[in-house]
């Protein structure tokens, strides 16, 4: 059973930077492609950007695109979301997903989640 945990996440102020963690366990880490997703209360979890098994290739949702990278490390299981110039509506619970196979933007798509990092961005 693969497990997800992710690390990094707290309070910043808007402008800063801050870089989540998500550790991969279970199963082979290179089999699956990993998505970063976000939710605040009452809404529905978004998606915010996904990389290929191989890191190879990137795909952003527009509201975090050039100022999110994701990447990933597949010798330490672990894909990271560094998030620059943040701003306060960048105020979420940061998920990580996987899934086996290609990318996808779709929530539904993905089998496995951790269980969310707080990050808080102040104005």
């Known amino acids: 059973q693969v497990q997800l945990v992710e690390s990094g996440g707290g309070l910043v102020q808007a402008g800063d930077s801050l870089r989540l963690s998500c550790a991969f366990s279970?199963?082979?880490?290179?089999?699956?492609?990993m998505g970063w997703f976000r939710q605040t209360p009452g809404k529905e979890r978004e998606f915010v950007g996904t990389?290929?098994?191989?890191?190879?290739?990137?795909y952003y949702a527009d509201s975090v695109k050039g100022r999110f990278t994701i990447s990933r490390d597949n010798a330490k299981n672990t894909v990271y979301l560094q998030m620059n110039s943040l701003k306060p509506e960048d105020t979420a619970l940061y998920y990580c997903?996987?899934?086996?196979?290609?990318?996808?933007?779709?929530?539904?798509?993905?089998?496995?989640w951790g269980q969310g990092t707080q990050v808080t961005v102040s104005s």
């Open positions: 279970g199963r082979a880490f290179s089999s699956h492609a």
């Open positions: 997903a996987a899934r086996q196979g290609l990318t996808s933007s779709r929530v539904r798509e993905y089998e496995y």
């Open positions: 990389i290929s098994r191989s890191g190879g290739g990137t």
